[in-house]
């Protein structure tokens, strides 16, 4: 069966067939040709996988992420840190790469916090006489920290197909997307010295206070959401619900610069991108179905243990190959489809799941910004009318500091597990 599965696959990512509909097809063939259970199986097990409360969540982050992408929270949140940290030299890229950490921790989604962030951001850098390569670079890179910095979708489709605490994993991602935000700043300021970049004037104590007055109701959210859910007030599902309303609120009572004429428009656009990634998840899990039912996540434990005998060294390949499977499909996917494969390794190793799963979100991040189908590099491309070359330039020095943390967080498991082992465990 393991045979008719890999050239299934490989067959019909080959020519092309979207990826739902190719983990779907290779479960179909596999119980075709090497089971007697009848097909009906199959849309049984698409339902079976939606039947899960926690889903609610994807949709409802969703949501608020982009009415917040089309409201005035971002520029709020922006205004605020701009007023603290501008008139340090490379003050603005700093702001900036804060003003991707503050959002991420709002959407919950890589591409909208480019979109929010880089919309204001980007122009600004220029204009400030940053250079174009670094602008677009910084903001396109710090823009996919939306998916380590919870709330984070891929983190709640990892948590089904392995089982995995929600509240665990988000705190596990607080102390890696720091790190990485972190390192981009340092990296700025590097530049910022050795170049003598201008910096803006120091605001008074007024202006700044003001500016985190009008920017109160944006820094609440992630209080209110992530907070909610480590106090166990609500459940991740019941946050993103909350997400959702609050950000109406806002936008609408407080800020007023979203037009109740907008909504159905934003919810559309939501539930387009929802039932794809829903429909993506049901086929995936379908396909787990069948590898776990044929305990094929046990024969590739054992070819794994027979060749590998360090948990660290299956750790470097598993990122390589997550790597390299960045190239041929979108990560996301890859991460549905083969994690469910190495559970069993990862029980003969005693890797945990949460720092896997953190290791697995950072693989992602880096596959958003690496072509061909790095979303986040698509998302620039259509803000600052450049070729995929381009922007493509401008993200290869951050490919590198992610790379650096990656290795770093991989290696150094305390980063991600310290705080759900410390308050959770």
Not at 240 to 264: G, N, Q
Request: hydrophobic letters at 60%; proline letters at 5%.
């Amino acid at each position: 069966m393991i045979a008719t599965l890999v050239i299934c696959f490989f067959v019909l990512l080959i020519i092309g067939m979207p990826i739902a509909i190719l983990m779907v097809g290779t479960t179909a063939v596999a119980l075709f040709l090497h089971t007697t259970t009848s097909l009906l199986v199959l849309p049984q097990q698409l339902f079976n996988a939606l039947d899960n409360f926690i889903l609610l969540a994807i949709p409802f982050f969703i949501i608020a992420g982009s009415i917040m992408t089309e409201g005035a929270m971002a520029r709020r949140l922006i205004d605020v840190i701009n007023a603290f940290v501008g008139h340090y030299p490379g003050g603005l890229a700093i702001a900036a790469t804060l003003g991707c950490l503050f959002f991420a921790a709002l959407s919950g989604s890589s591409p909208a916090t480019v979109v929010a962030v880089g919309s204001i951001m980007i122009p600004a850098l220029i204009r400030g006489g940053y250079d174009e390569r670094f602008s677009i670079g910084l903001v396109t890179s710090a823009g996919s920290l939306g998916i380590v910095i919870p709330p984070s979708i891929p983190m709640i489709l990892y948590c089904l197909v392995m089982n995995v605490s929600v509240a665990e994993l988000f705190m596990a991602g607080i102390a890696p997307g720091l790190l990485i935000g972190g390192v981009f700043i340092l990296y700025t300021m590097v530049l910022a010295y050795r170049g003598k970049w201008t910096a803006s004037e120091s605001l008074p104590w007024g202006e700044r206070l003001r500016a985190l007055y009008k920017g109160f109701w944006a820094l609440m959210l992630p209080l209110i959401v992530l907070g909610g859910i480590y106090l166990g007030v609500f459940t991740p599902g019941e946050a993103a619900a909350v997400s959702v309303v609050y950000a109406l609120f806002v936008e609408i009572v407080m800020y007023k610069e979203l037009r109740i004429r907008d909504i159905p428009r934003v919810c559309k656009d939501g539930a387009i991108l929802s039932s794809c990634l829903l429909f993506i998840l049901a086929c995936a899990m379908s396909l787990i179905w069948l590898l776990t039912a044929e305990r094929i996540p046990h024969a590739v434990a054992d070819v794994i243990t027979a060749h590998v005998h360090s948990p660290w060294l299956f750790l470097i390949l598993v990122n390589v190959m997550f790597l390299i499977m960045g190239t041929v499909m979108e990560n996301v996917s890859a991460m549905l489809i083969l994690s469910p494969l190495f559970m069993e390794t990862l029980n003969r190793f005693g890797i945990d799941y949460v720092h896997y799963g953190i290791i697995m979100v950072m693989v992602i991040e880096f596959g958003f910004l690496t072509p061909p189908f790095g979303l986040n590099l698509f998302v620039a491309m259509g803000l600052t009318n450049k070729s995929l070359t381009e922007v493509s330039r401008g993200v290869f020095p951050f490919l590198a500091l992610l790379l650096l943390c990656l290795m770093l967080v991989t290696f150094i498991p305390a980063i991600s597990l310290f705080l759900p082992q410390t308050f959770l465990r």
